[in-house]
């Protein structure tokens, strides 16, 4: 077994997560110079940059989805984690990876989609939001359910105080299910979605 692939843009707080919970992490790969390399570094897990270059019109999708897919191979990683991810990926990594990159969504989905799922959540008035751990296609945020947790909405809550409670069960959960997808091994090597 290779290990887990994971990949960042950020604090890193979510890579720090599965490594504390002593996941087999092959390699880090980020998209942008972040702290969540650093975090890599210092637990001595190897860490590539696959630096998107532009974030405009000309941004050629399926080149950095072979780059990002290469650099995971290089390090033998058997299953992705997408933590913080900046960048949708396309095909090519679904193709390379079929069912086994997985996404943590701060919503319990299929609600509140998309990058602003948390004020959305706010905005929409709900009692409850939640964490939700998928299976990644091509189609964002809309992969098989692992694991949902429900979270709370308090009527002083901000985006920010709200988000951090999320945070709070995503750091627990995502392990989780990941460790429970890498138990499987005989389901993964197959591409059948877990049961």
């Known amino acids: 077994m290779g290990g887990l692939g994971v990949l960042v843009s950020g604090s890193g707080t979510i890579l720090r997560a599965i ?3 002593g996941l ?7 998209d942008r110079p972040c702290a969540a390399l650093d975090i890599a570094a210092d637990a001595g897990v190897p860490a590539r940059l696959v630096k998107r270059t532009s974030f405009g019109a000309d941004f050629d999708r399926d080149a950095y989805t072979q780059d990002v897919v290469d650099a995971l191979r290089s390090h033998g990683a058997d299953l992705v984690a997408m933590a913080g991810f ?3 990926l396309g095909k090519a990594a679904h193709d390379a990876y079929p069912q086994r990159i997985v996404n943590t969504h701060p919503a319990l989905l299929p609600a509140f989609k998309g990058w602003h799922a948390v004020e959305d959540a706010l905005a929409a008035g ?10 990644a296609t091509v189609e964002v945020d809309d992969g ?3 694991a949902q947790e ?3 909405v308090r009527d002083n809550d901000t985006v920010a ?6 945070k709070e069960v995503e750091r627990r959960l995502y392990p989780a299910a990941l460790r429970d997808l890498m138990a499987r091994p005989g389901d993964r090597e197959q591409g059948a979605p877990p049961s």
Request: glycine residues 6%.
């Open 150 to 152: 429900a979270v709370e």
């Open 24 to 30: 087999p992490v092959a390699v880090v790969v980020s």
């Open 161 to 166: 105080s709200l988000h951090e409670r999320i």
């Open 144 to 146: 098989p359910i692992l």
């Open 86 to 88: 900046g960048t949708v």
């Open 19 to 21: 490594l504390e919970a």
């Open 126 to 135: 709900v009692k409850v939001t939640g964490c939700t751990v998928h299976l």
